[in-house]
């Protein structure tokens, strides 16, 4: 019988619950201690999920028994814990962005490499709808020309509204879109975007709203459009236009309109996300480094980082 994958879970967020019960439900893995710096959050989520809890970090990385760890923490602690958890022969899975800057991630995706280990970086959206229905259907439209998103919530709170905690906008909003972007298309050329953002006089962002501009080598033009702080509104809309028809999804539901059959709505594809983490959990039972989606992370996170650049020196960044 495999032993199985013995799990740490940093944070005790929405997302970790999201990892524990997908390492849970895998067979595979197995939960044994969650660690927050707030023992009350840390001790309810143990409370659930009948494990151990800490809020000393060293409890779980000095743990012989822990084979990996989990990351659902604010941003801009992913690369500290997920080094101390590489340094510490812990593989590694991050949300995403896995770092606020490329030189981080590139140290992380060495020391994976000199330590045998595997970091991987949790792409769920990849195997999102209407996404991961679109992709595979993606010869209806035929010549791809544009693909544009629009994101937008009234929620914008907690350590997300906080720049030291959450980071860049563009490489936390914006990188769920570009990521299903680069994983169809690669040839990026150019970056550009207006960003309109409010903060309150204690510096907590109110209110977010800017579009990324994507041009691609291949003639594709992709925008997205993300607000979040926007009064009583959610919505999300995508729209894939190509010479032969065009996919649009709103309200749940993802239609294809050309002028031959009219607009029919076409049924999504039906995937536990949570694939992505028994993925993980099966590549630590191999017992070899693979970095695999953290080379996927680091062409997004390269984007998103133009992206910044844009915003701050307000021209079009050539890739």
Not at 11 to 30: L, M, T
Not at 209 to 215: A, C, D, R, Y
Request: hydrophobic fraction near 40%; proline fraction near 3%; include cysteine.
């Amino acid at each position: 019988m495999v032993r199985k994958v013995k799990v740490g879970i940093i944070g005790a967020g929405g997302r970790a619950n999201f990892q524990a019960k997908s390492i849970i439900g895998s067979q595979i893995g197995e939960v044994k201690i969650v660690y927050s710096p707030f023992l009350e959050e840390a001790k309810s989520f143990s409370e659930k999920y009948g494990i151990e809890y800490t809020d000393s970090l060293d409890d779980v990385l000095n743990n012989p028994d822990i084979d990996a760890i989990t990351v659902s923490t604010p941003n801009a602690t992913h690369y500290e814990i997920a080094k101390k958890g590489l340094e510490s022969n812990k593989n590694v899975l991050v949300e995403y962005p896995p770092t606020l800057k490329l030189e981080q991630l590139e140290e992380l995706i060495n020391l994976a490499k000199e330590k045998n280990l595997v970091y991987w970086v949790s792409l769920t959206q990849l195997l999102e709808n209407p996404h991961y229905t679109i992709k595979k259907n993606l010869n209806l439209i035929e010549k791809p020309l544009s693909y544009n998103f629009s994101y937008i919530s009234s929620f914008l709170g907690g350590w997300y509204s906080q720049i030291s905690l959450s980071g860049p906008v563009y490489l936390w909003q914006h990188f769920h879109f570009v990521s299903q972007l680069l994983d169809i298309w690669k040839d990026v050329e150019e970056v550009s975007v207006f960003e309109n953002i409010e903060y309150s006089s204690e510096g907590i962002m109110s209110l977010t709203f800017s579009v990324m501009n994507i041009k691609f080598k291949s003639g594709i033009i992709s925008t997205i459009e993300f607000g979040m702080g926007i009064k009583d509104v959610s919505d999300t809309r995508i729209k894939l236009v190509g010479d032969g028809g065009i996919f649009y999804y709103e309200k749940g539901k993802l239609y294809f309109i050309n002028k031959k059959e009219g607009k029919r709505e076409i049924e999504m594809e039906k995937i536990d996300i949570g694939v992505d983490t028994v993925n993980f959990l099966k590549k630590v039972q191999e017992g070899k480094f693979n970095i695999e989606k953290a080379l996927e992370a680091r062409e997004i996170l390269k984007i998103c980082l133009c992206a910044e650049i844009s915003a701050k020196e307000k021209r079009i960044v050539k890739m």
